[in-house]
């Protein structure tokens, strides 16, 4: 409902009734499209399918529409540095002009666009509580001479306040299966994100010695 209350304010002059309204429609459709999510990756982790979700992994909500102007010299610099997401889970409307990347098997392949289609990424929080069973996407953007280029990611976190503290779920936690990270907030992970280069995975900071 902030995401809401948030559209509203936008200018109606600027942008049309018509882009405020389909606005409002996704901030309030991709959070159900994210319960399903949650539902479907409890299952596969052997949870009942409400587990994820009774854990608030999907109660914050931010949406970041991001542009990017077109490069003359694309081979010089990225779009976005690789990274992997500080989130639970993003999930990401891109347009048709391409650059993003995932790794995989240790080489960075073409998210191509699919008009109609959204990507998901599980970020590095849903790697630690799932201790990893999941595992957060590598990923990057390249730049672009064609453009702009525009995308909006939604990042599905807990609650930042108050502090709800969050480890590996302990479902999945035995003698075979330790815990591998200590346990945090979802305001301390994040805020540990911005404090360090983009492309330096916050991970290693939580995981636990063998
Ligand atoms: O612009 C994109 O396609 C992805 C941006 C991204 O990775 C992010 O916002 O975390
Ligand atoms: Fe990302």
């Excluded at 077109?70 to 992997?84: I, Q, V």
């Excluded at 849903?126 to 672009?144: G, K, M, P, W």
């Excluded at 709800?164 to 299966?177: A, C, D, F, Q, R």
């Excluded at 492309?199 to 939580?206: I, N, T, V």
Aim: charged share 20%; net charge negative; glycine share 8%.
């Amino acid at each position: 409902m902030k995401n809401v209350s948030l559209a509203m304010k936008l200018d109606s002059q600027t942008l049309g009734q018509g882009v405020i309204d389909s606005t409002i429609e996704y901030l309030n459709q991709v959070p159900k499209l994210a319960e399903t999510l949650y539902e479907l990756l409890s299952e596969a982790l052997g949870l009942k399918p409400d587990h994820l979700g009774a854990m608030e992994c999907g109660r914050s909500r931010t949406f970041i529409g991001q542009y990017y102007p077109p490069c003359p010299e694309p081979e010089l610099t990225l779009g976005t540095s690789k990274h992997t997401d500080p989130s639970f889970l993003t999930i990401l409307l891109q347009d048709q002009i391409g650059g993003l990347q995932v790794l995989h098997e240790n080489q960075y392949t073409n998210v191509a666009p699919l008009p109609g289609s959204l990507v998901v990424n599980i970020g590095d929080m849903l790697q630690i509580i799932s201790n990893d069973e999941f595992i957060s996407a590598d990923h990057r953007v390249l730049a672009n001479r064609a453009g702009p280029r525009i995308s909006v990611a939604g990042f599905f976190s807990g609650p930042a306040l108050p502090g709800k503290v969050y480890g590996p779920i302990k479902e999945l936690i035995s003698e075979k299966h330790p815990p591998r990270y200590k346990e945090f907030t979802v305001g301390e992970y994040i805020s540990k994100f911005f404090s360090r280069p983009i492309d330096k995975s916050g991970l290693d900071e939580f995981r636990l010695q063998e």
